[in-house]
């Protein structure tokens, strides 16, 4: 199953019932305009293969629960403004944080 939003000029906060979507293995949500922080929920997504929330205008810390998506192969998450550092929890997962 897929979700795929990117382009949309979205606003506001990512829904944090988006983590109820247990099934996902395709989350793109990436150049729109979402705010806040990433929701913890997301880290129930653990079928994902691929996450991307890039260029938006996340704030906040990378929640540790990400670390629960064993399978994800990339998280795209530059072009945001995060603050702190990636959380150990994340080590297994390749966190892009710069464009490539």
């Known amino acids: 199953t897929h979700l795929s939003v990117q382009n949309n000029a979205l606003v506001g906060n990512l829904p944090s019932e988006l983590g109820k979507l247990v099934g996902l293995k395709l989350l793109y949500v990436f150049n729109n305009q979402l705010t806040g922080t990433i929701p913890t929920e997301l880290g129930n997504l653990t079928k994902l293969t691929k996450l991307s929330l ?13 670390g629960n998506i064993d399978g994800v192969e990339n998280m795209f998450l530059y072009g945001n403004s995060f603050t702190g550092t990636v ?8 966190v892009i944080l710069t464009p490539p």
Do not use: A, K, V
């Open 54 to 66: 890039r260029d938006n205008e996340f704030t906040g810390q990378i929640p540790s629960e990400l």
């Open 87 to 94: 959380p150990t929890e994340l080590d297994h997962i390749n």
